[in-house]
């Protein structure tokens, strides 16, 4: 719900039903909103709040250039333009964020806003905005001007409202966090279904042949450390007879994303180069934005990359002297919790300090032209009461994307103004977002593997089943410290890769965990042609 792929294909026939309805013909309706609401490409515009002029050009695949004095004139100039170019994108990703996409879409994402609600990212994003640093907030708020402004400069507002019957609200700087819880939930697990699934088979089929079928590694896994480990055999016979009342669950098949990066001994420069594909659901327009931002105040900055509508940062690109890419990096980032009852009381749990409430709270789900809705969101210690398990115990999903650190933008400054990779690590580790694989090179031909975004503190979990968490023998103990992230710089054979795969293994593992890793075929076919 997060994607438009097929805006295109549908909008003759969303107009012709518009049209029909108001009685409007053609050439009136249809061409008055699909030309009033392009966006401005050459003009003089002045937006209010730039400390200075701001000149934008373009390349002739229309990618922009902008060029400004300040980072938040920056910012605000991006925002113009992706409220010109993808204010409709935005606004779908904020509602699913929110768990609000009834709001725009009506009656037929009831369902899934019910379960989105489950993580109340609306509130979430509201705490976390106070929570940002002075110079991120400034940007947050300058980029939402900008995106306002963008928007007003239309001669109409996109197609798609007037095709919805709604009309579009200005930006606000907590949309931007919404942006990127919607970015956790297409990135990561948003309930225990992995962890449900293998206890289901395990139930059904006895463990020996539950650890063949979703094995947690396999000898094609390709990781960068060259760590080996054996597949489970294959049992000669089931533990357990199959209940065929039950269908037990086999994986699904991923898609994923890749990069790879080779030192500067290996080029005619003696620079590092790097590569990054990053594969999401097929959408248009597509969800990255290129663009090139190029400040000339005394402190300089020339960044050149993708950006993501929604956001006031280059996501993955290079600023000259440092390049960086990202790949979903699967590591484990959730866990299912059996809530323990406590007798005689019917809405209580136990915790390693003694039994707690569960907590009650309502969220208010709006849908457009109909009745609007309460949710009720059952709350632990721990985390949102997502269902339950097959015997009917209640199950909590401890999530990463619900803590204090889920969203932080220092990082993402911090690679902007990075030297070396081991500056761009640095940062990277002072970054919240959907935890992904890092790759950096740089200038100097150096090339860096780590994790960027905050790593769980594990202990007790590492099977992939659901537990109890009220003895303490499983938990977290918040987060490990950046310098216990493991990272990789500069590998003797001089080549790096990811392909949402398992990346290392020992101890390193260990702390990452297993969140449903890709296998090991992408990975191996890249590893193979770079040593080619």
Known sequence: MTRTSRRLLTLAASLAA??????????????????????????????????GPVVITRDAQGTPRIV?????????????????????????????????????????????????????????????????????????????AGVNAGLHALGHPPFEYSILRVRPRDWQPADSLLVVYAMY???????????????????????????????????????????????????????????HSQQAPLPVPEHGSNSFAVSGHLTATGSAMLA????????VPNIWYRAELVQTSAHPRH?????????????????????????????????????DPVPGASNAYQTPDGPRPITTSHEHLVVAHGASHDVPVEETIWGPVMGRDA??????????????????YDGFRGLEDARSVQEGLDAAHHA???????????????????????????????DGLPHSWASGDHGWHGYLTPDQVPQIIDPPG??????????????????????GYADGLRASRIRDDLYA
């Open 494 to 515: 001089g080549r790096l890769w990811t392909a949402n795969g398992r990346m290392v293994g020992g101890d390193a593992l260990r702390l990452l965990g297993d969140g």
């Open 68 to 144: 400004a004095s300040s980072r938040p004139d920056l910012a605000r100039a991006l925002g113009f333009l992706h409220g010109q170019e993808r204010f409709f994108e935005m606004d779908l990703m904020r509602h699913a964020g929110a768990g609000a996409l009834s709001e725009l879409v009506g009656r037929g994402a009831v369902l899934l806003d019910q379960r989105l609600r489950l993580h109340r990212f609306a509130q979430r994003a509201r705490h976390l905005l106070g929570l940002q640093s002075p110079d991120d907030r400034a940007l947050l708020d300058a980029y939402s």
């Open 276 to 283: 990054n594909d990053m594969h999401l659901a097929l959408s």
């Open 391 to 408: 015997s009917g115990v209640s199950l909590v999903w401890r999530w990463s994307a619900h803590d204090d650190n889920a969203i932080q």
């Open 303 to 339: 960044l050149v990359g993708v950006t993501l509508p929604g956001e006031p940062f280059v996501i993955s690109g290079s600023n000259g002297a440092v390049t960086w890419a990202l790949t979903d990096g699967y590591i484990e980032t959730g866990e299912a919790i059996r809530l």
């Open 18 to 51: 518009v049209i029909s309805a108001t009685g409007i013909g053609l050439g009136g309706f249809g061409w008055h909103v699909l030309h009033a609401s392009r966006s401005i490409l050459s003009e003089q515009i002045e937006i209010v709040g730039l400390s």
């Open 185 to 243: 939930l297409d990135l990561q697990p948003s309930a225990p279904r992995a962890q449900q699934d293998r206890a289901m088979l395990r139930q059904a089929l006895g463990p020996d042949m539950a650890a063949f079928l979703m094995p947690r590694a396999t000898p094609l896994d390709a990781p960068i450390d060259g760590s080996v480990l054996p597949a489970p055999p294959m049992p000669e016979t089931m533990a357990l007879p199959l209940d």
């Open 432 to 462: 919240g977002l959907p935890q992904q694989n890092i790759l950096l090179a740089d200038a100097q031909g150096h090339i860096a593997w780590s994790i960027i975004g905050p790593v769980p503190d594990r202990y007790g979990v590492d």
